[in-house]
């Protein structure tokens, strides 16, 4: 086992993210997520105190430089881009250093992280559903034959582009068929399902 020294990953709010990202945030501040945390259902069933929603519910809730309170850390409160992408200071503070840049995610065990429990049982559900196992299958995937026929169903970068309507990807064509397959985190699309329209 080793250690490495470094600074400790800090969070810094969706804010912090506006200067470069604006298009994204001006949608996604709309959403859902943007408003979990004065949600008047959390807000009644108090959740804004509740320990175990904050997690959910805030931005790195019980890490170092996580939520604490909204009179504390009102900057993190709500769902929002760190708690796909993880810590981004470093990133905000040196955006052009590709060592920092946070990773656009898309595995479903990041939505998985709070979309897991008896109010909300979407990722089990995804888990148990033959979506959790589209593309594992599959070899080459990546060949033109195979992403234009198989692809339709048993890969989600495939199945993006045609809901999309933008060229079909001509490599990383292997991500299975996870939640960003079908639901856009960063669109509202008058749908609180956040659907990608076909």
């Given at each position: 086992?080793?250690?490495?020294?470094?600074?400790?990953?800090?969070?810094?709010?969706?804010?912090?993210?506006?200067?470069?990202?604006?298009?994204?945030?001006?949608?996604?501040?709309?959403?859902?997520?943007?408003?979990?945390?004065?949600?008047?259902?959390?807000?009644?069933?108090?959740?804004?105190?509740?320990?175990?929603?904050l997690a959910c519910h805030t931005v790195g809730f019980d890490l170092p430089t996580g939520f604490v309170s909204q009179n504390e850390t009102p900057h993190l409160a709500g769902v929002?881009?760190?708690?796909?992408?993880?810590?981004?200071?470093?990133?905000?503070?040196?955006?052009?250093?590709?060592?920092?840049?946070?990773?656009?995610?898309?595995?479903?065990?990041?939505?998985?992280?709070?979309?897991?429990?008896?109010?909300?049982?979407?990722?089990?559900?995804?888990?148990?559903?033959?979506?959790?196992?589209?593309?594992?299958?599959?070899?080459?995937?990546?060949?033109?034959?195979?992403?234009?026929?198989?692809?339709?169903?048993?890969?989600?970068?495939?199945?993006?582009?045609?809901?999309?309507?933008?060229?079909?990807?001509?490599?990383?064509?292997?991500?299975?068929?996870?939640?960003?397959?079908?639901?856009?985190?960063?669109?509202?699309?008058?749908?609180?399902?956040?659907?990608?329209?076909?």
């Open positions: 086992f080793f250690a490495v020294a470094g600074p400790l990953p800090k969070y810094t709010g969706s804010q912090s993210c506006a200067e470069c990202h604006a298009p994204i945030l001006k949608t996604e501040i709309h959403t859902r997520h943007a408003s979990a945390f004065i949600d008047a259902k959390f807000e009644a069933d108090g959740g804004q105190t509740n320990r175990s929603c929002q881009c760190e708690n796909c992408h993880g810590p981004a200071a470093r990133h905000a503070a040196n955006p052009d250093d590709p060592t920092v840049r946070p990773r656009a995610e898309v595995a479903a065990q990041v939505c998985g992280g709070c979309h897991n429990d008896p109010r909300h049982p979407t990722f089990d559900e995804w888990n148990i559903s033959g979506h959790a196992q589209a593309g594992t299958t599959l070899t080459n995937i990546n060949a033109a034959s195979q992403i234009k026929n198989c692809g339709r169903c048993h890969s989600g970068s495939v199945r993006v582009s045609l809901l999309e309507r933008t060229p079909l990807p001509t490599r990383d064509a292997e991500m299975g068929i996870v939640c960003v397959t079908c639901h856009d985190p960063h669109q509202t699309n008058a749908n609180p399902a956040q659907l990608r329209n076909p």
